[in-house]
């Protein structure tokens, strides 16, 4: 009457209109007549001094506010994202699914609901089934009639796992490169030793031989005095053994 508008139907004043004694009812997603937007209604009731009911002070909650907030953290973090009340039916969630607010989506209601847009059931169900593969919590809201429930799937829960195995076995992979450098390394310097130690051996041997078989006497000392060679024909002259 009088432009005024009726909310006498509206599950928030119902509620204590039909006799409900809690001191706060949230209301199931429910579009908002003045503005048309989903949201969620907080009431009150206002009593008089008898404790008869004189009116209904209601708060709206805007589930705008919820889906930007849901969707800023899952994009990063989680599958999905759902809000439920104490009845089991779903207030706001991330993806956005308008379809579902209200309703009490529990493991088949997802498709049960969708099997009449023309999509097979069974297919259907074993999608979500694919899709929900993961680790799902719900966890009551301190406070408030409410809970929230977090899926995340199989590869974010494996994520942060496949990066530590990834780094893991790339320092692996760099130490035995490492080690087989080095080895590679240590191996030619023990050849090029070998060589060495080869030629020289070859060269003290000729060089003895050489000596040897020279006619005359050779005595060769060192910085010291000290005898290091003394040639055959050295023994022969001074009658003194090698």
């Known amino acids: 009457v009088n432009g005024r508008r009726s909310f006498a139907d509206r ?30 209604f907080l009431s009150t009731p206002l009593l008089d001094e008898r404790k008869r ?12 506010y919820f889906s930007a907030l849901y ?3 899952g994009a990063h973090m989680v599958e999905r994202i759902e809000l439920f009340d104490d009845r089991g039916l779903l207030a ?3 993806p956005h ?6 309703k009490p989506v529990g493991k088949d209601f997802v498709a049960d609901s969708l099997s009449g847009l023309g999509v097979d059931k069974d297919a ?30 199989e590869s974010q829960v494996l994520a942060p796992w496949q990066r530590i195995v990834f780094i893991v076995v790339l320092g692996v992979v760099l130490i035995i490169v490492l080690i087989v450098v080095a080895a590679t390394n240590l191996l030619r310097s023990l050849r090029r030793h ?9 060269r003290e041997q000729h060089l003895r031989q050489l000596l040897a078989s020279v006619q005359d006497a050779i005595v060769t000392v060192d910085d ?12 022969e002259l001074f009658g003194i053994t090698a």
């Open 92 to 94: 706001a969630g991330y």
């Open 11 to 40: 599950s928030y004043f119902r509620f204590f209109s039909d006799g409900g004694n809690a001191p706060t009812f949230l209301s199931e997603p429910i579009r908002n007549r003045i503005d048309g937007e989903w949201s969620l």
């Open 71 to 73: 969707a800023e953290v």
């Open 53 to 64: 009911l004189r009116g209904v002070l209601v708060a709206s909650i805007s589930l705008k």
């Open 194 to 202: 070998e060589i060495l130690t080869d030629t020289i051996s070859e």
């Open 224 to 235: 010291r005095l000290g005898i290091v060679l003394f040639n055959r024909a050295a023994e």
């Open 124 to 153: 259907l169900a074993l999608n979500t089934k694919k899709a929900a593969l993961g680790l799902t919590t719900r966890e009551k809201i301190s406070g408030y009639p409410l809970s929230i429930s977090l899926l995340r799937s």
């Open 97 to 102: 699914r308008p379809e579902l607010l209200g």
